[in-house]
């Protein structure tokens, strides 16, 4: 069955860490997304990529880092960097303008916890 | 810029009742699309349903409809004959520009009362 794997579903991280989160796709699909979700405040862009190779920062992308090597891969950094890391994770991709008219399909999410 | 506004943070409604959700939005965008996507406890993220701005015709998938008023940039959408699994919590998006990034409102986190 195609569609996106995010792992690990729940993390926990000591202050000063990096973790880096999975985000595996067999869509083939161009393009993929990150998102954060506080509670109280919707879905939040950090980075998004729309052909390997090259990606571009969102709203909130301070703290963190992506790569694109792979068509099927966006994994995301969190960094030292990130003042306030702990929320729930969504990678999300989207075929090209002829398929689903735009529509984004999610993987399920990784939790990220700072001790 | 595009933005996303939901004021309604929570809203019930009693099992086999209809609910409607507000939404409005903002975009410079002459293309762009509206989207629904709703959010159950396991936190999967699911397409409710879409519509092309270029498009007049409400979208209507079974029980879900919307309305969408252009002018208004407004996009609310209706739930008929609800059912206990409905309950969930329910985003308004919006996609416009050559990147189509996806903004999000807040959402509206739906209680249905058996």
């Known amino acids: 069955d195609g569609g996106i794997t995010q792992s690990p579903k729940y993390l926990f991280r000591k202050e000063g860490q990096n973790v880096t989160l999975s985000c595996e796709q067999n869509?083939?699909?161009?393009?993929m997304y990150w998102y954060r979700q506080d509670p109280g405040q919707g879905l939040r862009l950090i980075y998004y990529s729309q052909i390997v190779n090259d990606f571009q920062k969102g709203d909130i992308a301070e703290g963190y880092s992506v790569s694109r090597e792979k068509k099927e891969s966006f994994p995301l950094t969190v960094t030292s960097a990130q003042k306030n890391p702990t929320a729930f994770y969504l990678c999300?991709?989207?075929?090209?303008?002829?398929?689903?008219?735009?529509?984004?399909?999610f993987g399920a999410g990784s939790r990220l916890t700072v001790l | 810029a595009q933005t996303v506004t939901q004021s309604q943070p929570e809203m019930s409604v009693q099992e086999a009742e209809t609910v409607t959700l507000s939404c409005t939005y903002d975009?410079?965008?002459?293309?762009?699309?509206l989207f629904w996507y709703k959010q159950p406890p396991s936190r999967q993220m699911i397409l409710v349903i879409r519509q092309e701005a270029y498009k007049q015709q409400n979208a209507t998938e079974n029980r879900f409809s919307v309305n969408f008023q252009k002018a208004a940039k407004s996009f609310s959408l209706k739930i008929s004959d609800s059912q206990l699994g409905d309950a969930a919590m329910y985003f308004c998006a919006l996609s416009g520009g050559s990147n189509y990034k996806l903004t999000f409102g807040k959402g509206t986190l739906l209680t249905v009362n058996p």
């Open positions: 869509l083939n699909h161009d393009a």
């Open positions: 975009t410079s965008e002459s293309d762009y699309y």
């Open positions: 999300a991709s989207r075929g090209g303008r002829n398929s689903g008219a735009n529509v984004l399909t």
